[in-house]
């Protein structure tokens, strides 16, 4: 844990100050490089292009302008005919810090990651600590 001032003025109060967790360097870099080699190959094989469709942030040269756009057409077309519209919308708060490891693993199945590198993201993020 780190103590962070809140305040350039620091004069080493526990009020002043925020206390943050970092995650290890180690898993940091590694968690880093991953992503820079997955996406790469995501984007270049187009693997993800069955779920691209419901993800629009997930991969580099993504948008979600598209389906906030078609949105605003449907808000528009129900006000100008008079139709009635419903919209559930789900809250993404925190949404990476709670993916359940057994979906990800069946996920990264589906798309055909090799076993060995699955059972390592699993086991890295299996039973985690700051």
Do not use: G
Not at 17 to 36: E, G, H
Not at 60 to 79: M, N, V, W
Not at 98 to 115: D, P, R
């Amino acid at each position: 844990m780190w103590p962070i001032a809140k305040k350039l003025n620091y004069s080493e109060h526990l009020d002043q100050i925020q206390p943050i967790t970092l995650i290890d360097y180690l898993r940091k870099i590694f968690i880093k490089l991953f992503t820079q080699k997955s996406t790469k190959s995501l984007l270049k094989y187009d693997i993800l292009a069955i779920l691209a469709f419901a993800n629009n942030v997930a991969l580099l040269f993504t948008s979600t302008i598209l389906p906030i756009q078609q949105l605003q057409h449907i808000q528009e077309d129900t006000r100008l005919n008079n139709k009635e519209l419903w919209i559930i919308l789900q809250d993404m708060f925190k949404a990476y810090n709670t993916v359940h490891l057994f979906f990800l693993k069946q996920v990264l199945e589906c798309i055909k990651l090799f076993i060995a590198i699955i059972n390592l993201l699993i086991n890295f993020f299996t039973k985690r600590t700051n």
